[in-house]
């Protein structure tokens, strides 16, 4: 027969866990938790970088394609570098002018000056008619994009024309630069 002494041990294994137990599995839950967490918000931070890399570098591609070929969006189409008939760029002032004369559908000649500045961290476009001398504007116009932290071009008078636009996302997190060289077509032939 079993005494008192004797069935107490059988009761402590009985009664469940004690609360330094409970307390110690909680711990444990909750560091699982954190590392848990910890690797989706690294995940998540990687996917909104790619996806701020991606938005950026698809915004810097644009302006460069934009300038190089030109933009057909306006009411009025802008017609790019590479028909250009003169060129002028003034890196000291992140500026490039050219000159294009181009038919509309209608066949109204005309003679442009594009120009293309970087100022306060934003791209501008101004179109205006040609005047000789072809000179650069940096004033007015319209902004084509924000975060432009570099809009470099070669020396006056070189070609082919190098342009490089460097654009970095609104957080600062994300930056770009995509470049081009460019021979305008009609500056061979006066055309």
């Given at each position: 027969m079993r005494t008192a002494s004797d069935r107490r041990p059988v009761l402590a294994e009985t009664r469940g866990a004690s609360l330094?137990?409970?307390v110690v599995g909680m711990a444990l839950l909750?560091?699982?938790l954190v590392a848990v967490l910890t690797v989706y918000s690294t995940s998540w931070r990687?996917?909104?970088e790619a996806f701020n890399?991606?938005?950026v570098q698809a915004v810097a591609r644009d302006m460069l394609h934009r300038i190089v070929h030109g933009d057909p969006r306006p009411a009025v189409p802008v017609m790019g570098l590479v028909r250009a008939r003169?060129?002028?760029?003034?890196?000291?002032n992140s500026a490039l002018s050219y000159r294009v004369t181009w038919k509309d559908d209608n066949d109204v000649v005309h003679d442009d000056a594009v120009h293309y500045y970087a100022s306060g961290g934003?791209?501008?476009r101004l179109v205006t008619p040609y005047t000789d001398p072809l000179t650069t504007v940096t004033t007015?116009?319209?902004?084509?994009a924000s975060g432009v932290t570099a809009f470099e071009l070669s020396d006056p008078g070189a070609i082919p024309v190098e342009i490089?636009?460097?654009?970095?996302?609104h957080h600062g997190a994300s930056s770009i630069t995509v470049q081009t060289r460019v021979t305008p077509r009609n500056l061979a032939t006066g055309g």
């Open positions: 330094v137990e409970a909750g560091l699982m990687a996917e909104v890399d991606h938005e003169e060129v002028v760029t003034d890196p000291a934003t791209l501008y007015g116009g319209t902004p084509l490089s636009i460097t654009i970095t996302h």
